[in-house]
């Protein structure tokens, strides 16, 4: 991965609203129309009504015309690293391809690549509705 996946994360992370988990997340995507997207977790005082970093770089994805995710990196403030939650693996596993690598990022950089089928293996996907 390009350095620039990890900083564009770690740049995404400034804009979280955490005021209740005080754990601010950032998500970068690089996807097929060659862009870049990224998002930030934005919590809710009503607290289901929040939501992680990834889906909001997805949102900004689609809306801005990318269709497919590449390859993504993730990064948390904290010093622990943030595997995408199971939520976040199903929404991502609608635009990504099975070897799509998502990379876990502290903020020295990239600390572990998985792709999206070693976290979330025998999914549920699109092909199955025919
Ligand atoms: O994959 C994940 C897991 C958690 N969070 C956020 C949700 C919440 O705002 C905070 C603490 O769970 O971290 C993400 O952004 N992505
Ligand atoms: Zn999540």
Same mark, same amino acid.
């Given at each position: 991965m390009s350095h620039d996946l990890f900083e564009a994360a770690r740049d995404a992370m400034k804009f979280a609203h955490a005021p209740y988990s005080k754990f601010p997340? @950032?998500? *970068? %995507?690089? *996807? #097929? #129309? $060659?862009?870049? &997207? +990224? @998002?930030a977790n934005i919590e809710n005082l009503s607290f289901p009504q929040g939501w992680c *970093? /990834?889906?909001t770089a997805? $949102? !900004?994805m689609i809306m801005g015309g990318g269709r497919k995710i590449v390859e993504m990196?993730?990064?948390? /403030?904290?010093l622990a690293l943030c595997p995408p939650c $199971? $939520?976040?693996r199903q929404k991502i596993s609608e635009f990504a391809d099975? =070897? +799509?690598?998502? &990379?876990? !990022?502290d903020e020295? =950089?990239?600390?572990?690549?998985?792709t %999206?089928? /070693?976290?979330?293996p025998f999914s549920f996907k699109t092909d199955i509705l025919g």
């Open positions: 997340v @950032g998500a *970068a %995507i690089r *996807a #097929d #129309d $060659g862009k870049v &997207y +990224t @998002g *970093a /990834e889906p997805i $949102g !900004c990196a993730v990064i948390a /403030e904290k $199971g $939520g976040c099975a =070897g +799509t690598k998502i &990379y876990l !990022c020295v =950089g990239v600390q572990k690549t998985v %999206i089928a /070693e976290l979330l």
